[in-house]
Every structure is written in structure tokens, then in C-alpha cells.
């Protein structure tokens, strides 16, 4: 008899977990509140997977033997309220497709950092011959990748909604990079909450798996695991297998072999932190120290993270947007090493602006630009401090900080929020600031 499979949510991950369920004889039922893309609707039809769009029939969901929940939708949904009470498993595509790979995997977690940590790790691979998958988080989905064919290491980017719904899930690799507060909206105000979910990147890892961590940051410090150990740190020596940053050098010991990195292409005191978990990850598989440097080397930055745009007239403009969150924004800030205006804003996440108030104090701030409507915290903690002006949309925010710039300057967009009341994504957001900056 076939096992009865509801996927709520018809986005990336929910579509590709169809697709693959279906090739392995699942009874598939694909259910989302809002309209699902034609194209979407095409694939579903052309597997024979049944769906439906604008609602949710509880009837023919809750009569399902498995639920796969897209990592966006909140457990505090009518219809997975629904689900919850009627004890029907729940589990997340990147549960659900790991069941289907003999790979090795990589799971990269943390607040921020994941996806340059995933793609320096991809790249490494890649240029020493590996057969890797990058997904997850990164864009692509884990499922739908497996539905073409398996790998034999797969490079995930994981963030904390994918990891509250596994069961078995099992990295031979997990790396945990940090743990500040964010998304505490899905996790009931609670950073502990939000800790707990981290940390299951590592709930099935035995003594023959790794885990890399974050030796500087308090919450992973003393982090409980059956895997093997790597500590990583930027401000203290690591005597045991690990990774540590000093005199301007990434030094890396594992299995009584050391290896030294003295450059990289990306700046920025976080990115020496992500190339140092990546090449650490790199070493774990014995790849060569030449393939390790020069890939780090060669590696270029994401879109709309510490992006350079352009420079008009002097002024500099560098789009963050992927900064979703105060700790990514505050990596920015560390990062300026000039004046600069400062675009912030967008919907807080139970954001604490403290932090920023005393890297901005340090760097220079000129201004700031307020992007939105919900900018009430921002305004209060940096009232008095610096100048600080109101934009309705990107174009007015574009144009009010060119204008407060003057020829050496840059322009930061860092919005330390998300990007829903105004855009689609941060990509949106990120692409809109650029197309705004060219038009200047």
C-alpha cells in the first residue's frame, strides 16, 4: 500500500520534495495557502501529483501518513495546528531527501555566515575533483537535485526552520559558525529556543563524524556532540585539532598535519572566520593544502553580501542586503574603513540595536537612512547620536544618502531586518539598491 505524503508549501523545497517522493512510489498531495506557479502546477501534473492552491483541505491532509512543512510556514498555522493534534509525523525536505543519499554531507548552520561558508566549501571541493551538490538553503533544492541523480558529497546550507523538523538527519560534516538572536519571532521570544534549534545539526552525529564550531562564541563553547571536535577561533590559540586566526595568518591542525593560510580574497574579520571552517572542512577530506589556498583566493563574494555596486562622484556604494539580522549588520560596519551613510530598516525581528550603536561609533557613521515604516527602535537608539532621515521607498533612501555624502564616503544599504514590508526578498531589496544607485 502507498504511503500517504502532504506537503505543505509549494515553494522550492516543497516542489522538489514532490518530484522525489513521487519517483519512490509515495502517494503525494501537495497543499499551499497562496497560488502555486504555473510552472509548478505543469511539474506536479506531468508526475501526477495531486495539489491545490489558495487553502488547505484538512480532511485529505490530516488522512496523510507523513507531512513535509516548508521551512517558512509557522507552526502556529491553523493547519499545522491541525496536523500537531492528530500526531501525523512532520519532517523537513532536507530530513526527507537525506533519506535518499549515500553522500557524504556538509551541513553549514549559524546566524550568519552560511552561505559564503557553503560556497567556499563548494568551490574547495570542486576544484579538487569532487562530485558535489550545493543546496539547501543556498537556492536549490535538496530533493529535486536527488531526483536527477545522487553525489558523492553534498554541501548544505541549513537554517534553524529546516532543523526543527528532522529526525534522522546525520551529517558526516556539521559546522556550527555562530548563535546571535534572530528569528525569535518563530521562537516564541526565546533565544534558548533558538539555541536548542542550532544545535540538532548535530542531535545524530556519532564518534566517526566531525563537527566544526565556533570556539569563540559562549552558546557553542561547550557544545555536547558524539562527533569528533573542531574547535575554530579568531582570538585564542587552539593547541588540538582545529583552526585558529593569529598574526595575520589561518593555521589549520588535523591529524598531526598543519597547514597555513596567509591570504584571502574576501575582507571583512567574519570572512576570515568562514574561510578558516571551510578549509578546516576541506582538510577533514584530505584535500591538498595548494587547492585549499588558491581556491580561497580565488573566490569571489556573493550577490548582496558586502557587495560593491559602484562609486558615483567619489562616494562608494556597497550593498548588504542579505544583512537580515543586527550581528550580519554589524559585520558590515566592522568591515567600513571610511565614512559612510548608512541605509537600516525594514521589519524587526526583536532586534537590540546596542550592539550596532557602538561598532557604528567607531566607524565613522555619518547618517543614517530609515527605510520603511517600523523604524521606531532604530530612531530611539540612535537618536542624539547621528543624523538620521526618514525613506518611503529605496529610490528616495538612494537618493537622501548620496546626498549626505561627500567625494571618499560610502553608502552602506545593512538593513539589520528583513525585507517583506517594502520587497520580496533581500534579493529584491539588494537589486532595487543597485538599480537605484546606477540610475543616480
Known amino acids: 500500500m502507498q504511503e500517504k505524503l ?17 519517483q519512490h512510489n509515495y502517494n503525494v498531495f501537495v497543499s499551499d495557502s497562496k497560488a502555486i506557479k504555473a510552472s509548478d502546477k505543469s511539474n506536479f501534473n506531468h508526475y501526477n501529483i495531486s495539489w491545490e492552491e489558495n487553502g488547505h483541505t484538512s480532511s485529505k491532509i490530516l488522512s496523510s501518513d507523513l507531512i513535509i512543512k516548508s521551512p517558512g510556514i509557522s507552526d502556529n498555522t491553523d493547519i499545522m495546528i491541525e496536523i500537531y493534534n492528530k500526531n501525523i509525523q512532520i519532517i523537513s525536505e532536507i530530513e526527507f531527501a537525506s533519506r535518499f543519499t549515500s553522500a557524504k554531507i556538509i551541513a553549514i548552520t549559524g546566524t550568519n555566515g552560511k552561505t559564503t561558508t557553503s560556497l567556499l566549501i563548494s568551490k574547495i571541493l570542486e576544484n579538487a575533483g569532487f562530485d558535489v551538490l550545493l543546496a539547501g538553503n543556498i537556492g536549490n533544492s535538496f530533493a529535486y537535485s536527488l531526483s536527477e541523480r545522487d553525489y558523492d558529497y553534498i554541501v548544505l546550507e541549513i537554517s534553524s526552520f529546516q532543523l526543527d523538523n528532522i529526525v534522522d538527519f546525520q551529517p ?7 548563535i546571535t538572536p534572530d528569528h ?105 593544502d595548494d587547492v585549499i589556498r588558491e581556491s580561497l583566493i580565488d573566490f569571489e563574494n556573493i550577490e548582496h553580501r558586502l557587495e560593491y555596486v559602484l562609486t558615483v562622484h567619489g562616494v562608494d556604494f556597497i550593498n548588504d542586503s542579505k544583512a537580515t539580522n543586527v ?36 566607524k565613522n ?64 531589496r539588494g537589486s532595487e539598491f543597485k538599480k537605484m544607485v546606477r540610475g543616480l
Open 327 to 362: 550581528n550580519a549588520a554589524w559585520y558590515a560596519i566592522e568591515s567600513m574603513n571610511k565614512p559612510f551613510v548608512w541605509i537600516i530598516g525594514g521589519i524587526d525581528k526583536g532586534n537590540d540595536y546596542t550592539e550596532l550603536i557602538k561598532v557604528a561609533n567607531k
Open 184 to 288: 525569535l519571532d518563530r521562537y516564541k521570544g526565546n533565544f534558548s529556543n533558538y539555541i536548542e534549534s542550532k544545535l540538532r545539526i548535530t542531535l545524530n552525529q556519532n564518534s566517526k563524524d566531525y563537527i566544526i564550531y565556533n570556539n569563540d562564541d559562549l552558546s557553542l563553547k561547550s557544545i555536547k556532540t558524539k562527533a569528533r571536535k573542531l574547535p575554530i577561533s579568531l582570538s585564542s590559540n587552539i593547541s588540538s585539532d582545529g583552526g585558529f586566526y593569529s598574526h595575520n595568518q589561518i593555521n589549520i591542525n588535523l591529524n598531526n598535519s598543519k597547514m597555513t593560510i596567509n591570504k584571502i580574497a574576501l575582507k571583512g574579520t567574519h570572512n576570515i572566520f568562514n574561510s578558516m571552517a571551510a578549509a578546516m572542512a576541506a582538510r577533514v577530506f584530505e584535500v591538498s
Open 365 to 428: 557613521l555619518k547618517a543614517i537612512i530609515c527605510l520603511g515604516d517600523n523604524n521606531d527602535k532604530i530612531v530611539e537608539a540612535f537618536k542624539n547620536k547621528v543624523v538620521i532621515e526618514q525613506a518611503n521607498d529605496m529610490s528616495e533612501a538612494v537618493i537622501k544618502s548620496y546626498n549626505l555624502s561627500e567625494t571618499g564616503d560610502a553608502v552602506l544599504l545593512s538593513p539589520a531586518c528583513a525585507s517583506f514590508d517594502l520587497f520580496e526578498n533581500f534579493e529584491h
Open 172 to 178: 558526516y560534516i556539521s559546522i556550527l559558525l555562530n
Open 6 to 22: 502532504s506537503i505543505i508549501g509549494a515553494g522550492i523545497s516543497g516542489v522538489g520534495a514532490a518530484i522525489l517522493a513521487s
